[in-house]
């Protein structure tokens, strides 16, 4: 089915209840219907924050321009596409009506399935105009999401022969996966962060709670013990270390790969 601006309206209106929704996959019936039909072939990644990384790799004294940042990823597939649609709008933060970020900022979606996509949802770009708009909403605090995603290949009908690449530019307010921690597992796993990343919590922690303060959108800190502590779900995104006013929240990079090993995932999900 192709989608029109009714359809859209009504995901729009039962979008809030996606909580709900997410809570059924714990039930074995139910969880085997909504993967199937939302969920098989999923592989996406959250990419940190462009400038967590600059932040965590001039520390080591490298020279700015050797720096390679998580945009490069989303840079490189724009580059490689032969076709690229912006949605005029983001599904997610004109649904909960968002305050706090551009509704009209919405996906970049990739390769020849886009060509499927109704014109009434957004328009065909050039490689310059989406790389303009990925960097639009970096510039607005938006995080990119990037991969194959069934549930967009669904909702937009693009069916699933030909995959469709997504990069979503996701708030921490309205974010479709702020359902993530209801999902089950075997779901909710469908959605990574960068492989060789992690955060961590250093001594300078006071406890202050500023980063439980809505700021994680899978709800992963907790103050346990006087001081903040990340959950085993944390997405790397780096929220939570923009805000800490201790500078008690830094990413570590395990692996200098970081970048490679993200690119080569999802070309495995889209190929």
């Known amino acids: ?7 859209v309206r009504l995901i729009e209106r039962y979008f809030p209840k996606r909580f709900i929704l997410a809570k059924f996959t714990h039930y074995p019936i139910f969880r085997k219907i909504i993967y ?3 969920f098989d072939k999923t592989d996406t990644t959250y990419l940190t924050k462009d400038n967590i990384v600059e932040i965590t790799l001039n520390k080591k004294i490298e020279p700015v321009e050797n720096i390679v940042v998580p945009s490069k990823v989303v840079e490189y597939f724009i580059d490689k ?8 709008f983001c599904l997610c933060r004109e649904a909960m009506q968002c305050k706090n970020y551009p509704i009209e900022l919405g996906c970049l979606f990739m390769g020849d399935a886009a060509k499927k996509i109704p014109k009434e949802l957004g328009r065909p770009a050039t490689k310059k105009e989406a790389l303009a708009h990925v960097e639009k909403c970096r510039k607005e605090g938006l995080v990119h999401l990037i991969g194959r995603d069934k549930l ?3 909702w937009l009908g693009v069916g699933s022969k030909i995959p469709l690449i997504t990069v979503c530019n996701c708030c921490n307010c309205c974010c479709l996966w702020r359902m993530l921690p209801h999902l089950d597992s075997k ?10 990343v992690k955060i961590v919590v250093n001594e300078n922690c006071t406890g202050c709670g500023t980063c439980t303060d809505d700021i994680c959108f899978i709800d992963n800190i907790k103050i346990k013990d006087g001081v903040a ?9 780096g929220r939570c270390v923009e805000v800490c006013p201790n500078n008690a ?3 570590i990079i395990e692996d200098n790969d ?3 090993k993200t690119i080569e995932r999802v070309n495995k999900a889209v190929s």
């Open 152 to 154: 967009d290949e669904t």
């Open 36 to 38: 199937k039909m939302l």
């Open 81 to 88: 596409a032969s076709y690229h649609f912006i949605m005029d």
């Open 258 to 260: 970081f970048i490679k």
């Open 229 to 237: 502590e990340i959950g085993k779900d944390c997405l790397a995104c």
């Open 1 to 7: 089915m192709r989608p029109s601006k009714r359809f």
């Open 187 to 196: 779901l909710s796993s469908t959605v990574k962060k960068m492989p060789g």
């Open 249 to 251: 929240i830094e990413l």
